[in-house]
Structures are given as C-alpha cells and as structure tokens.
Nanobody, 115 residues
C-alpha cells in the first residue's frame, strides 16, 4: 500500500522560505513521476512542479526561478524548496505519485504566506 506523507508547511512572511517534504512508502519515488500540487482558497488545484526519470523537472510559470523540486532516492522522499514566497503562494500543498496509470495523493500541508 502506497502512502505519501507531506510535512514542512507553516506560516512564513513574504520573501521567506520553506522546504516541504513528501516521504513515500510502499513504492519508490525513483520509479514514479512525482509532483507537487497546490490548492489555494477558492481556487482549483494546480500543478506546481514535477520530477521524473533522471531528475527531469518542470515548473509552473508562477513558481519558476523561486521553487525547486528534488528527490532523495535513499530516503525515498521528494522536496519542494520554496524561496521568495508571496502571499499568493498561500495554499494547501499536495504530493502526488504517478506509476503508470495509477496515482496516489498525500494528505496535504498548509503553507501560509502573510505578514
């Protein structure tokens, strides 16, 4: 059974940084397409970033050059380093694992950017 557990969310001031973690069990992150999504209040869930194969990455335009997705295959964990945070980055952030046509979601972690 695949389980994804996110952590690292919290309250941060504009311009600050946070690092989110997503620890996987039951399957290897190295074998999957791993993604971060977010859902802001009153908005639909949106793709933030993903990583696959030999660390090929892609980012939403809204976070490019501020966020970095990475993977630690030994710890079976992915990360989202978020720098220069803005109030509009406030959302619940979710980790997703895609293996073939099957996907799994974590429970989400709240990120709030506010002064």
């Amino acid at each position: 059974q695949v389980q994804l557990v996110e952590s690292g969310g919290g309250l941060v001031q504009p311009g600050g940084s946070l690092r989110l973690s997503c620890a996987a069990s039951g399957s290897m992150v190295s074998d999957a397409v791993m993604s971060w999504y977010r859902r802001a209040p009153g908005k639909q869930r949106e793709l933030v970033a993903f990583i696959y194969n030999r660390d090929v990455t892609n980012y939403a335009d809204t976070v490019k050059d501020r966020f970095t997705i990475s993977r630690d295959n030994v710890k079976n964990t992915i990360y989202l380093q978020m720098n220069s945070l803005k109030p509009e980055d406030t959302a619940v952030y979710y980790c997703k694992m895609n293996i073939g046509s099957t996907h799994y979601w974590g429970q989400g972690t709240q990120v709030t950017v506010s002064s």
